[in-house]
């Protein structure tokens, strides 16, 4: 589908990105130490934190993927948001004080509180590495898809902007300006998420009986492409993709419903019938291959129970792994918050554990009312005329776009922030890790303050070019898919080593490292291996995948767990360490 | 303290995890229940998705409460912290 770029969108774009970046420079200024760079001397006010929580949470995946999957198949991609707020409950009645009272700047301080050992400290800031790396390939591929339509630039051309953005702030600045970056877009997209709600409960649903026609893009073997039989343009006698996304039938046979309630909402989309499309692409003989998007009318009680899309449709299915699959990523979601590595440095930035524990719940509270309105705004775009066939992240600004091109341009101006957002904060836990973890465990020269700040810096030019690479790459892949990922590794590699550290007291150094070590490779291969990767990535038939079904999780996890007590348990002699913490 | 506020974490933990599971179990092995209706015409996926994010933050809120009882002006702890918090500000006078 063509986007026109447009000038106001451009502007208020422009707008917002220089403001983020003045900012930066100002608050930077004061981060010259250790201390100020990684943790912002621990002088945030919960209150803020906790609005940066919901920043740093509420990714591209989020904001474009949960409401473009949810536009696309109905109730399913609203699972990702139950899950990945429940994974909030895990880091707050777990994870957060014991976090606090540990560490100071990274995850693997806080592993390696009890026992000094360069081996967990090794280990611990190469599954952060992993992790990160993971997470930021999602993200940067959302920045790519953010600004065809905004500024009507290619795809690369929006990873390299975004990575640049990035590198600037978090070299000019540190975790205290990421803070209040992610505080201000945090507050901005729970706020125009609202106003964007109530807009389509204002507008409430139309009906277009006369269902609209397939369309269908060929790719010659020449390379030309034509949309709907012209060549692709967008001239008079050429063709481009049409927006989609209508209801063909209201209850009663009514035209329009006039504005609904919020549960009005859904009882009167439960009785309509939606038109939903499929893909379906064939190849033929003379080397074109055709995509066909056809129009399938769907009753709305379909749309609103789980098993629409593909991810999730093992639930319909009666072969148990297809439901194991199921089962494993809401495991993963629900284990995976607490163990991702720029979560958990935001606990360094507040003063004690109480701050801790209340910036957390802000974050529960901002984070839970964001998930709920996504809802609203994946069935806002599936029946206003808001998708593009071919891309389901772009729903939301899309969405906004079928209301106003003001809306538009703050909605994608915000979304683009968002992605700034997370993967200044994924960049600093990595140069983090880099520098206290890798670094200090790997070699005995004693750093100065400033030679560390500078290491970090290093570090967060080098994994943002390699973050730039990725989202290049990776571009063809669905970006909460990803996420789904990046959460089975963290919660693998870093959840079993976290956990038993505080609830156990055998717990040993050898069992940590062997925990993150297993859990993270384990895991790694699961994904490599798996019937989703062969498919996406490799280009072979999912059925020859090794293992039974795509998410590590629920066998990932269970194994950290006991190759943790397992090590433990053989190298328990050396357990003279202090108490447990907790 | 420290050890009442992991307490009370663990047992608003597994309150949490129960309602979780049901949800994800019914999901899996029983999808004819969650398409149900049972009040104002919204189904029963959508009521336990909506009663899940709002169980959240009211067991947030009472984990909050709960813990402030006890400490009302709770100081920076001592053990690991207070070494990591002076190892910091030596760090910064470098």
């Known amino acids: ?582 | 303290m420290a050890n009442r506020n992991a307490r009370i974490g663990l047992i608003l933990f597994v309150v949490y995890l129960a309602f979780y599971s049901g949800f994800v179990l019914l999901a899996a092995f029983s999808p004819a229940t969650m398409a149900r209706t049972p009040w104002a015409g919204v189904n029963l996926a959508i009521w336990y998705g909506f009663a899940l994010i709002a169980a959240a933050l009211i067991l947030a809120l009472v984990y909050g409460y709960l813990c402030r009882i006890e400490v009302p002006s709770e100081p920076v702890r001592p053990a690991p912290g207070a070494r990591d918090t002076a190892s910091a500000s030596k760090g910064g006078h470098q």
């Open chain 1, 1 to 582: 589908m063509n986007h026109e770029p447009s000038t106001l969108a451009i502007a208020i774009f422009l707008g917002m990105v220089g403001i983020t970046l003045g900012i930066s420079f100002y608050l930077g200024r004061k981060a010259k130490d250790s201390a100020g760079y990684f943790a912002a001397h621990g002088q945030i006010p919960w209150f803020v934190n906790g609005v940066a929580f919901a920043g740093d949470y509420l990714s591209a995946a989020s904001f474009l993927g949960i409401c473009g999957m949810i536009a696309f198949y109905g109730y399913d991609g609203f699972l990702y948001s139950i899950g990945y707020l429940a994974g909030w409950i895990v880091a707050l009645f777990v994870v957060a004080e014991p976090m606090k009272r540990l560490g100071k700047f990274t995850f693997a301080d806080a592993l390696n509180a009890k026992f000094n050992s360069p081996g967990i400290k090794l280990a611990a800031g190469v599954s952060t590495l992993a992790v990160s790396v993971f997470y930021l390939i999602p993200q940067m591929v959302g920045a790519g898809v953010l600004v065809r339509p905004l500024l009507g630039l290619p795809h690369w051309a929006g990873v390299v902007l975004v990575g640049a953005v990035v590198i600037v702030i978090v070299v000019t600045a540190g975790m205290v300006s990421t803070t209040w970056v992610q505080f201000i877009k945090g507050g901005m997209l729970v706020a125009f998420s609202t106003v964007l709600t109530v807009m389509i409960l204002q507008r409430g649903f139309h009906a277009e009986p006369e269902l609209p026609a397939a369309q269908t893009i060929v790719k010659q073997a020449d390379g030309t492409v034509l949309v709907n039989g012209l060549p692709k343009g967008d001239s008079p006698g050429e063709g481009q993709l049409q927006p989609v996304g209508s209801i063909s039938k209201l209850p009663g046979g009514v035209e329009k419903t006039g504005p609904l309630g919020p549960l009005e909402f859904f009882s009167k989309l439960e009785q309509s019938e939606v038109v939903l499309w499929s893909k379906s692409e064939v190849k033929g003989d003379d080397g074109s291959t055709t995509t066909t998007f056809s129009p399938k009318p769907t009753p709305g009680s379909q749309i609103l129970q789980p098993g629409a899309s593909p991810t999730f449709a093992g639930i319909r299915s009666e072969k148990f792994s297809d439901k194991l699959n199921f089962l494993s990523l809401m495991l993963a979601l629900f284990c995976g918050t607490a163990s991702l590595p720029h979560i958990l440095i935001r606990y360094y930035t507040v003063k004690d554990e109480a701050a801790a524990r209340k910036s957390t719940i802000v974050g529960i509270a901002c984070i839970g009312f964001f998930y709920v309105l996504t809802l609203y705004m994946g069935l806002g775009a599936m029946t206003s005329g808001a998708l593009d066939v071919t891309d389901s992240n772009m729903a939301a600004p899309l969405l906004a776009r079928s209301m106003s091109e003001l809306l538009f341009a703050i909605i994608s101006a915000i979304a683009f922030t968002t992605v700034l957002g997370t993967v200044s904060g994924l960049i600093l836990a990595s140069a983090g890790a880099v520098t206290h973890d890798l670094l200090e465990s790997v070699t005995t020269v004693h750093l100065t303050d400033a030679q560390r700040v500078r290491i970090a810096k290093m570090a967060a030019v080098v994994v943002g070019i390699i973050a730039i690479f990725l989202g290049i790459a990776f571009k063809e892949l669905n970006v909460s898919y990803l996420v789904g990922w990046a959460f089975s590794v963290a919660a693998s590699a870093n959840l079993p080593a976290l956990v038993m550290l505080l609830f156990w007291r055998g717990t040993t150094k050898q069992g940590i490292i062997a925990a993150v070590l297993v859990g993270m490779i384990s895991s790694l291969g699961w994904i490599l291996l798996s019937g989703d990767t062969y498919a996406a990535v490799y280009g072979l038939p999912k059925e020859n995948s090794i293992v039974p079904f795509s998410q590590p999780g629920i066998v990932t996890i269970p194994l950290g767990f006991i190759t943790l007590i397992a090590v433990s348990l053989l190298t328990g002699g050396q357990r003279q360490q202090a108490p447990a913490p907790s």
